[in-house]
């Protein structure tokens, strides 16, 4: 089991991005709305306000998408469909991606069905 | 799942007769009863036109993907009708809808099903694939066509 992680910075790709996880029949995803960390330090912090000019033109919020993965292999058809809808991660721009390992988990019962 | 394993040559039409939302629903509804698939086909027609008042599943580009889950319909049942003439589909974009896939499911295969509605709106969000299978003259060209796609 992993969390796959990933930092969108280019939040129109969210559904693209979503669409995809629900492809590879991963529905448990979080979304989580974040701020770059220059931009809370240029505006929150004086002594870092000169950060405001160096992060003009760059994305100053971001989505950041949690969702737990069965398989590693999951993550590799991940960014091959990634691929296929040119969709870079590579492009700081973009975003990035990371997975950590999973050890312990305590997951509700499925919903019956029936 | 793929694409090709839940589309048979018998649920494709390569000339859909309706011309508004109902008829063609009603028409890829008689379709997918080719599958013996499906239980209660007036059933299946009441839950796709019920799908289609929350929103279109016009999706533009000449395309719709009507989709329900609903009792009655055993496994995934997939069915693909063209339209030489297009349709009034009320499609997001106000264009004709040339291109129908029709989606049906038992409702205990939710994942599957929505796995599937992305699979078929990431492959014909290329223009070129939806031109290639419109221009298809045979069911069996277009189920090639699509195993070749799977295979990219």
């Known amino acids: 089991m992993l969390l796959l992680v990933i930092v969108l910075n280019q939040e129109e790709l969210l559904d693209d991005i979503l669409a995809e996880l629900v492809e590879l029949e991963i529905t448990n995803a979080t979304v989580i709305e974040g701020v770059a960390m220059e931009r809370v330090l240029a505006k929150d912090v004086p002594i870092f306000a000169g950060l405001l000019k160096s992060t003009r033109g760059s994305r100053a919020y971001n989505k950041n998408i949690f969702a737990l993965i069965p398989q590693k292999e999951i993550v590799q058809r991940f960014l091959d469909i990634l691929q296929d809808l040119d969709i870079d991660l590579t492009d700081p721009s973009i975003g990035s991606l990371f997975t950590v390992p999973v050890d312990f988990m305590l997951s509700p019962r499925k919903a019956s069905t029936s | ?152």
Do not use: W, Y
């Open chain 2, 1 to 152: 799942m793929n694409l090709s394993e839940i589309l048979s040559e018998q649920c494709i039409s390569l000339n859909i007769q309706g011309r508004t939302k109902p008829e063609v629903i009603q028409e890829m509804a008689a379709l997918a009863t080719q599958s013996d698939k499906i239980g209660d086909e007036e059933a299946l027609v009441e839950a796709l036109m019920a799908r289609e008042k929350i929103q279109t599943t016009g999706i533009g580009h000449g395309m719709a993907i009507p989709h329900a889950t609903a009792e009655g319909v055993r496994g995934l049942v997939l069915c693909l009708g063209i339209s030489r003439k297009g349709i009034d589909f009320e499609s997001l974009d106000g264009k004709p809808v040339n291109l129908i896939f029709m989606l049906a499911g038992e409702p205990r295969l939710q994942t599957s099903f929505l796995s599937i509605l992305s699979k078929i709106s990431r492959f014909f969000r290329k223009s070129s694939f939806r031109e290639e299978v419109h221009k298809a003259r045979s069911a069996q060209e277009i189920i090639e066509m699509i195993e070749a796609r799977e295979e990219e």
